[in-house]
């Protein structure tokens, strides 16, 4: 583990580079790379998958938080988000953003051929991590889900709007009528800081419609229905018992389906759903940073 000093140092080495790939349909997908300049060759390729209606660039918190000096670390921006192409503010359905992952991550391990690999997915994009996990044996080493979305917290009925997002369902399915700035970061986070990250961000999507929403629900079933949730990959589930936005009983119940010859399951008392921003990232950041050191 890194002493304050070296942690400090690791931090002003970080380097970010802006890359783009095409996929298989010829949509270009922008992702990041971060690593540091250190001599000895990466041990562990870290790949992030974003949350709902965000996208890749923040996440170098991730990259900055981890205890992992001799990792690379990149985020993709799902199609349709961030700098990627695609409708812009759209989710696709679930076959096709099973296959951008698919292309991304083979794209990536091209340039790192043998080194092992570990997957981490956020909120919504858990359901599409699991898939891709499932469906392509050997892919990753490890798949890390922080606070994935299976089921929905009963707060979510409580938040102002909700009928009229009900409403929306049926008079105006592609039209971005639900809402993800104003109290909507704040309910998921116990960080002041990420509200307004979240609210000020251009590049955010600040509204979606009732199908993006209704195609992460047919993710979700897609996953949950399955016959078989086996994979040979390692396992860790991070969720917050405080997670005002997605309930930990879903973590619960999907650590329970999954079947995997290493997994586990952490439940972080008093935290929310953005457990990459809260006053237990920290704690976070060392759990997930253990987790993969001890796989490499």
């Known amino acids: 583990m890194a002493n304050s000093q070296d942690k400090s140092d690791m931090q002003q080495e970080l380097s970010r580079e802006d890359h783009y790939f095409e996929t298989g349909d010829g949509t270009r997908l922008a992702y990041y790379v971060w690593s540091r300049q250190t001599s000895p060759p990466c041990r562990a390729l870290v790949l992030i998958l974003h949350g709902i209606g965000f996208h890749a660039r923040p996440y170098e918190v991730v990259a900055r938080g981890m205890d992992l000096q001799d990792a690379t670390f990149a985020a993709l921006d799902f199609r349709g988000h961030g700098r990627s192409g695609g409708p812009s503010g759209e989710l696709p359905p679930t076959a096709r953003m099973i296959q951008d992952i698919e292309d991304w991550v083979e794209h990536l391990q091209a340039s790192f051929i043998g080194v092992p690999t570990f997957l981490i997915a956020e909120s919504m994009a858990g359901p599409y991590g699991t898939l891709y996990t499932l469906d392509n044996p050997g892919s990753v080493n490890g798949l890390i889900l922080v606070a994935p979305a299976v089921v929905p917290s009963w707060r979510q009925a409580l938040v102002s709007g909700s009928i009229s997002d009900l409403t929306s369902l049926v008079t105006s399915p592609t039209s971005p009528s639900i809402d993800l700035s104003g109290h909507r970061p704040r309910m998921g986070s116990n960080d002041s800081a990420f509200a307004e990250l979240r609210i ?3 590049d955010a999507i600040h509204a979606v419609s009732p199908r993006y929403i209704l195609r992460i629900g047919k993710t979700i079933a897609q996953l949950m229905t399955r016959r078989s949730l086996t994979t040979n990959a390692s396992v860790q589930i991070l969720h917050g018992d405080g ?3 997605l309930s930990p009983v879903g973590s619960r119940i ?3 389906r999954l079947k995997s010859p290493d997994k586990s399951l ?7 759903h953005i457990l990459f921003w809260d006053q237990y990232s ?3 950041f060392t759990i997930m940073s253990n987790w993969i050191a001890g796989r490499t």
Do not use: E, F, W
Not at 266 to 272: K, T
């Open 200 to 202: 000020s961000d251009p």
């Open 254 to 256: 999907l650590y329970h």
């Open 243 to 245: 997670d005002k936005v």
């Open 282 to 284: 920290r704690a976070v």
């Open 266 to 272: 952490v439940i972080l008392p008093g935290a929310n």
